[in-house]
């Protein structure tokens, strides 16, 4: 319990004091507050994560009914982070609000806090994004009203609920393709872990009886209760609480109690209902140094009926000395076929999920600049590069620098780093806009600073790997070159801009050459808004890093121009290509000169 003071980044703006006076609270936000008592824990004092699950699934689910106005189910949840442990006597503090309603689905942020009552010390315990779907009512399909942000945080997260949808339905394909590609990778550090002593896993499993007495275990589960009996069903988050009964499974391999710090993304396949039988089993997949992965399988039946697949979750627990330091695990052997193709898909499974901590967990300026790109981490560096254009647009403390023919330029500096953004409307529809500005190769027909650009690969529909020169700032000097990935989005809807956005990655097969300085963007990109049928605003944003600022840096002090003669060279651009629909069409594959 040693960090302190630190609330989520989601909910810092629970009270804000309008422009009238008055306090605004979101509509959709619930609060629950609860001591941790005994009965609460496990044999070490400390809350049980099952207990905490259940607890915020209450919540969540309770926040998403008051949008939805009716019953509600849990369909996703993403992945899961503990960061500390809550001990007997701490008070936990969970928060949930609807960040975006889409059609019958919508997404409830949850923050997770605790509080020392004695010494006033506050921590973050957890965050989590889960999906909630409204369940049909005797008047059919229900659609959802729209949330509707109002304070800078509620539109940063309402902008990236739509990123973290698309991130949630690629999930599983992405996963699939990098084991199916990994294979004989992985196969090989399977043999070589084999070499270690080990030992074999054994499969743990309990049945549970879905009735009343398993409900009803305190005044906030009998509530939940109530609302369970009605629809019939029960939650899957109560399902993976039960899974924590499982914990014998891990300490059979460590002779030790371990402590669990993370629950992969999981989709629930469908639900448990009044009267069903659970079978719940567990079995340790791999360990690590200092980790180990614990694969559950939750499955239902009633009567002779055949066993239902409800869900499938990986968890990832450590073993902590008395000085809450990580111990070394044993090794363990998989048994022949599907043992060891569970161990091979726990190691790309812990790759995934270094490469997520490594890319989203950071802040923003803690990232480096360049992340080297892979199939494995393609999903988490397109989302981390599409949020933090969205979360540059979301600031609202830009300054005008300076306005030439209603181009504009803005700055703000901000955690020592220094941004701008330039910003126009052009008579040209949007979808027209978004397409000749995606394809980067025609960049260098308005912008004197793309001297070549070539694709290197493309990672999907969505993603493109570019390489790109430019020339050199002082004469005789060499030019830059960057690895850019660009990710393009199409609005999820009227309330969503078009989105290309741009940031540095490394690839083997591109290193530095004599030739160039290789360049780092870290952020930059354009944002297409629809102003009408055939006016659009475009707004270009750049984190102004070293290997960008030197071309910027005499238009925003006032001593040229060059921004707004690139940007009115882009206007013209577009006008002459409007209505050339060959210009818009998406780059060729086949021009792909290289695959990673």
């Keep these: 319990m040693a960090s302190e003071g630190r609330k989520g980044d989601i909910f810092q703006d629970q009270e804000v004091v309008m422009e009238n006076g008055e306090v605004y ?85 949850i923050l997770v806090t605790c509080e020392d009552l004695y010494t006033n010390k506050h921590w973050k315990v957890c965050q989590a994004f889960a999906t909630f779907v409204a369940r049909r009512t005797e008047a059919g399909k229900v659609q959802l009203k729209q949330v509707v942000p109002v304070t800078q945080l509620e539109q940063m997260e309402y902008s990236l609920a739509a990123e973290r949808r698309r991130m949630r339905l690629i999930h599983a394909e992405i996963i699939t393709d990098l084991l199916s590609s990994s294979t004989a990778q992985l196969g090989t550090q399977s043999r070589d872990n084999n070499r270690c002593p080990s030992m074999q896993p054994g499969i743990i499993a309990i ?129 022949p076929v ?18 997520r ?11 480096p600049l360049s992340v080297p790109w892979d199939q494995s981490n393609q999903m988490y560096l397109s989302y981390n590069n599409v949020s933090a254009l969205k979360l540059m647009e979301a600031k609202s403390n830009w300054i005008l620098s300076s306005e030439k023919n209603k181009v504009r330029l803005y700055t703000l500096e901000e955690n020592q780093m220094l941004c701008f953004k330039v910003e126009m409307n052009v008579s ?17 027909e308005w912008d004197l600073h793309y001297e070549e650009c070539e694709v290197i690969t493309h990672a999907d529909d969505d993603d493109t790997l570019y390489r790109i ?18 990710s393009r989005r199409r609005p999820c809807d009227n309330s969503d801009p078009y989105l290309i956005a741009l940031r540095s990655v490394t690839l083997p097969t591109h290193p530095p050459t004599p030739d160039h300085c290789r360049g780092e963007v870290l952020c ?73």
């Design 25 to 109: 609270r979101n509509p959709t936000e619930l609060k629950m507050s609860q001591i941790v008592l005994p009965c609460h824990a496990n044999h070490r004092g400390e809350l049980s994560v099952g207990q905490l699950l259940k607890w915020m699934d209450s919540t969540a689910c309770l926040s998403a009914e008051r949008h939805a106005g009716c019953s509600c189910v849990t369909a996703s949840v993403d992945d899961i982070h503990f960061e500390h442990t809550i001990g007997v006597g701490k008070v936990v503090t969970i928060i949930a609000k609807v960040n975006r309603a889409f059609t019958s689905s919508m997404e409830v942020g």
């Design 207 to 335: 049945m549970l009886y879905v009735g009343l007495m398993s409900l009803f275990f305190s005044h906030q589960e009998s509530v939940r209760s109530i609302r369970t009996l009605c629809q019939l069903i029960v939650h899957g988050w109560r399902a993976w609480s039960w899974c924590c009964h499982l914990m014998p499974t891990t300490s059979r391999l460590c002779n030790a109690h371990p402590t669990l710090r993370t629950i992969d993304m999981f989709h629930f396949r469908g639900p448990s209902h009044i009267g069903d039988r659970l079978v719940l089993k567990a079995i340790v997949n791999n360990s690590f140094k200092h980790s180990m992965e614990v694969g559950v399988c939750a499955e239902a039946y009633q009567g002779d009926e055949p066993q239902r697949h409800i869900n499938s979750a990986f968890m990832t627990f450590e073993v902590l000395d008395s000085e809450r330091r990580p111990q070394t695990l044993p090794r363990i052997r998989p048994e």
């Design 338 to 355: 599907d043992g060891e193709r569970r161990h091979q898909e726990a190691i790309a499974r812990k790759k995934i999920r270094l490469d």
């Design 357 to 367: 901590k490594y890319i989203i967990s950071c802040k923003q300026h803690e990232v």
């Design 428 to 444: 040209v529809p949007a979808e027209q806009t978004f397409q000749l500005l995606s394809d980067l190769r025609r960049r260098k």
């Design 469 to 486: 020169a430019t020339p050199s700032v002082c004469k005789g000097g060499k030019g830059q070159d960057f690895i850019l990935l660009a």
């Design 524 to 596: 930059a990109g354009f944002t297409i808004w629809e102003e009408s049928t055939s006016v659009t605003k475009i707004t270009y944003y750049n984190q102004a890093t070293p290997g960008v600022l030197p071309y910027i840096s005499t238009d925003i002090v006032g001593l040229s121009s060059t921004y707004y003669n690139t940007f009115f060279a882009c206007s013209c651009f577009l006008e002459n290509n409007k209505d050339n629909m060959a210009s818009v069409s998406s780059p060729d594959p086949s021009s792909s000169t290289s695959s990673p």
